[in-house]
């Protein structure tokens, strides 16, 4: 599979699509635009950050924020609140145990259940 040509299956941003299964994890794709992701953790998975195009601004509560770029990858840890924003469109990938709530156990506008980050046939 082409990671860039699978982006052109995401309309949504912050609503992360299922691409593939490596044991008890997902790999997932998302398109990040703006600022909608809330302060939110995951209290018992790490969660993994690949930026394949664009700027993702990251933000941990409590320390400074820091840009990450096109090649950059970034874990976070379990426990740890963080937040992600862009100015322009950033598609990354990410890398979660597949218990990984999408924004942890805190529900907003942008969450997503598990059935929604399946890809859906055209």
């Not at 992360?16 to 997902?26: R, S, Y």
């Not at 990251?58 to 379990?78: C, P, Q, R, W």
Request: hydrophobic share 40%; glycine share 6%; charged share 35%.
């Amino acid at each position: 599979m082409n990671l860039k040509e699978k982006f052109k299956d995401i309309d949504e941003y912050f609503s992360p699509k299922i691409i593939g299964e490596v044991n008890e994890v997902f790999v997932k794709l998302a398109k990040i635009k703006g600022d909608k992701v809330p302060w939110h953790n995951h209290v018992n998975e790490d969660e993994l950050f690949f930026v394949i195009e664009g700027e993702l601004l990251f933000e941990i509560e409590g320390k400074d924020s820091f840009i990450m770029k096109e090649g950059d990858l970034f874990i976070v840890k379990k426990g740890i609140n963080h937040r992600v924003s862009s100015i322009k469109e950033c598609k990354i990938m990410l890398i979660e145990n597949k218990t990984t709530k999408h924004t942890g156990n805190v529900a907003s506008e942008i969450t997503k259940s598990l059935n929604d980050q399946k890809f859906k046939l055209r």
